[in-house]
């Protein structure tokens, strides 16, 4: 399955391309960045089990830790419950979760030598890194899909309009290209399975915790406002929260940070991505 994929992306195959006909450069890296994702989906549909075990995880912070902590109410959460206040929240952690682990990718499949095969073709390194995050995004769409349920069983009362949805999926996948970008940097520096492990633990709580995910910023103590106003999960929260809960969305500076946050990851990670292999 992965070497068929493989095979067509752009460059991969001279029979992919009629006799005198040239692809612009963009049609090119457009069709490598496709293939790439295609490469990451079919995996997860032929192995969907890491949709069921990811959904065990909100729906514990949900049913759990959400129900228990509505009824203390001792945090502010602007007039809603805290169920309310929390599900974005749950939704953001779902997909860092996923996302930051995605590097492990890179780890097997150098181990694979399937890294040195993509190297091997025409194709620029940021066709890969790209992909890949793209297919973390469309990866973490899954966790919309199971906090939407959850929201409705509990019945959390969250805006279930079109254009909220789609901000919602376009706030999923840029956050998974930052942390899907961040995690393969850290693949590419540590090398080996055992230390990307213990480093993408080291980073998700921090992450999670440093955010406005379950406690907005004006209650944290000030050092830890001035980190998780320097954590992009927070911006993703705040897009969040806006679509679902509260309706009000600084769309522009939230979707710019993210946007700036996701093409430095992006570019690094593309500068790196090769010395993987070594």
């Known amino acids: 399955m992965t070497s068929s994929v493989l095979a067509r ?29 295609e490469l990451e989906v079919r995996k997860l549909w032929h192995d969907p089990t890491e949709v ?44 860092m979760f996923i996302s930051i682990f995605f590097g492990i990718a890179i780890i097997w499949e150098r181990d694979l030598g ?27 769409l899954a966790q919309v899909v199971v906090v939407i349920i959850i929201s409705l069983l509990i019945e959390i009362p969250l805006r279930w309009q079109l254009v909220p949805l789609l901000g919602v999926i376009a706030t999923v996948m840029i956050g998974a290209m930052i942390f899907a970008s961040f995690s393969m940097i850290l693949a590419s520096i540590v090398k080996t399975r055992e230390r990307f492990m213990g480093l993408g633990q080291l980073f998700t709580m921090p992450f999670f915790f440093a955010s406005n995910a379950l406690y907005p910023i004006s209650i944290m103590p000030p050092w830890l406002q001035v980190l998780s106003r320097i954590n992009p999960l927070t911006y993703v929260v705040n897009l969040l929260r806006g679509f679902l809960v509260t309706g009000q969305v600084n769309a522009s500076a939230d979707f710019g940070i993210l946007i700036v946050v996701a093409v430095v990851m992006v570019v690094v990670a593309t500068k790196l991505y090769p010395t993987a292999i070594y």
């Open 52 to 95: 069921f075990t990811r959904a065990v995880q909100p729906a514990l912070w949900l049913l759990i830790f959400g129900e228990a902590f509505s009824r203390l109410r001792a945090i502010p959460t602007g007039g809603v419950s805290y169920l309310t206040f929390m599900a974005p929240g749950i939704l953001a952690q779902s997909m």
């Open 114 to 140: 399937l890294m040195q095969k993509m190297l091997a073709l025409p194709l620029p390194r940021s066709v890969f890194i790209l992909g890949k995050a793209l297919a973390a995004g469309v990866r973490s």
């Open 9 to 37: 992306l752009p460059g991969a195959s001279a029979e992919n391309m009629p006799e005198g006909r040239q692809e612009s450069w963009l049609a090119v890296w457009l069709r490598g960045i496709a293939g790439v994702v």
